[in-house]
């Protein structure tokens, strides 16, 4: 990022019969392909690969790799993600072969330390979520929705239930995995507005409300940055009409060590160990949830679950005849499990606390030193993200969150999370962590007042940002919906397409 490279693809840098490695001969009797292989599943012709030397190859990878932006390079404010730095302990604990070479079928005797280590986890994180039981199996937080909602079906279901209640409630704000997953686990989907403070709107919610509604998927803190102050009444009028209610924890960052969901009243929630707990995440990358369940869904968690026996010895439990079944291979992602389980050790359980406390305080004051130039969408204290708008310049100068975001990729920074949550215009979603210091908050608060600046004086400037990136403005719309993935000898990037609607 940030300086100007052209460079040719490794195709523009093919030249004929140039050869990288020289293996030698083979010493082996062959026999043609087509005999191994059958005369319809071989190529006539050789792949038209990119012939190159062993540096071009080293110098085309490498290349790629310092056009990588990640956490390790720079200041990741993604909203909604928590971006926070992953301790390398982590890393070199999650790397010991003991691990790496555990395989799943090894039987019990063999796999004491696994199943030590995935049961003191499910321990560390039912003190933390003050839930009954944890489950370790899903692998990502929507997977976590849904294993939560199949587990509440199961409960209805259990109490001859299950064919009325149909519906599930999902607030405005909510992240798009909720109502999928609510879709995908066979509800239909009503939405519940937020009111003017940023609470779930409870007169709304009431008149929701019915013998048909199976549960409510709330976020605290919501998507809006914000403590619901609602969230234990409307755990109750849920209870009352006899639904439960499950709690997206996908943001758990703020609550570390100061709040226990279950003390709300949530039934469930599903916690991102990708985000909160440390593992390295973002393009797909394997992640790992956890779920928590209080009493009455205990019965239907998915099996197997990982229990401590009478002697002091850990086991791989089976016989729940209420379970709703594996949702996973095995026992979800092992090794982003171990990672959560350093993370958790290395900061003792007095010193959880201070997650929760720095993530607030990191979060505010960002907003703090930004609100002048951009409001936030509700004025009260946030969590551990900030959301703003950039409303006003769009106004008054034509220049959008979109414009504003591209501009910040030639200060160096990645944008912060946009257009979400939904219900706020030019809306940019800020989350610092915990992790980061007053020092760079400052570098990147700084660099967006600037921009705030430029956005009144040169809006041009920001409407054809980026200006120092190796590739200029996408077609984001194109780049999604007819996605090129392979050369084909022409310029795959159009240079300085107008911005698209997000
Ligand atoms: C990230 C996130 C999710 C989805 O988590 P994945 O692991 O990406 O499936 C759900 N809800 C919220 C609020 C999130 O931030």
Redesign the pocket.
Known sequence: MGRQVDFPLIFERSVPGRKGVLPPACDVPTQPLAELLGEQNVRLEPPALPEVSELDALRHYTRLSQRNYGIDIGFYPLG??TMKYNPRINEKVAALSGFTHAHPLQPESLSQGALQLMYELQQDLKAITGFAEVTLQNV????G?LLSLMLIKAYHESRGEGQKRKIVLVPDSA?G??PASAALCGYTVRSIPTNAEGDTDLDALKAALSDEVAAMML?NPS?LGLFDRNARKACELLHEAGALVFC?G??MNALVGVVRPADIGFDCMHL?L??TFSTPHGGGGP?A?AVGVSERLVPFLPVPRIVQTSEGRYALSYDHPQSIGRVHAFYGNFLNLVRAHAYLRAYGGENLRTIGEFAVLNANYMLARIRHAFPPAVDRLCMHECVVTAKHYKQQYNVRAFDIAKRLLDYGFHPPTMYFPLIVPECLMIEPTETESKQTIDMFANALLEIAREAMEQPELLHNAPHSTPVRRLDEAGAAKNLILRWQGMVIYPQEVPACAC
């Open positions: 909604s993600c990502a937080g929507a997977h929705e992240h995995t909720n976020t998507t997206d996908a943001n991102n990708h985000k992640g949830g």
